[in-house]
Nanobody, 123 residues
Framework: QVQLVQSGGGKVQAGGSLTLSCTTSGRTFNNYAMGWFRQAPGKEREFVAAITWSGGGTYLADSVKGRFTISRDNAKEAMYLQMNNLRSEDTAVYFC????????????????WGQGTQVTVSS
């Protein structure tokens, strides 16, 4: 049984920083690409960032480029999203996800999902 468990998140003022973590269990972490998505109230879930299984390739949504960084530590079977200079529009529930194969931006391509964690940015 594959499980993705998220931690981090919370409330922060605009301009602040937060780090989200996602740990996995139940399968070989190294073979899977991973990604972060978010869903704001009243909106559809959207792509935020993705990373290849090796960590050598990363992809970021235009809205977070220059502010967010995605990384992973395969030895710890963990993935991270470092979020800096947060804005009110970053407020959302953030989800981590994984899939075997290449890192992609399409939500439906991911097979496993974390439980979601709330990030609230106050202006």
């Amino acid at each position: 049984q594959v499980q993705l468990v998220q931690s981090g998140g919370g409330k922060v003022q605009a301009g602040g920083s937060l780090t989200l973590s996602c740990t996995t269990s139940g399968r070989t972490f190294n073979n899977y690409a991973m990604g972060w998505f978010r869903q704001a109230p009243g909106k559809e879930r959207e792509f935020v960032a993705a990373i290849t299984w090796s960590g050598g390739g990363t992809y970021l949504a235009d809205s977070v480029k220059g502010r967010f960084t995605i990384s992973r530590d395969n030895a710890k079977e963990a993935m991270y999203l470092q979020m800096n200079n947060l804005r009110s529009e970053d407020t959302a529930v953030y989800f981590c996800a994984s899939r075997m194969g290449t890192a992609v931006v399409v939500e439906t391509a991911y097979d496993y999902w974390g439980q979601g964690t709330q990030v609230t940015v106050s202006s």
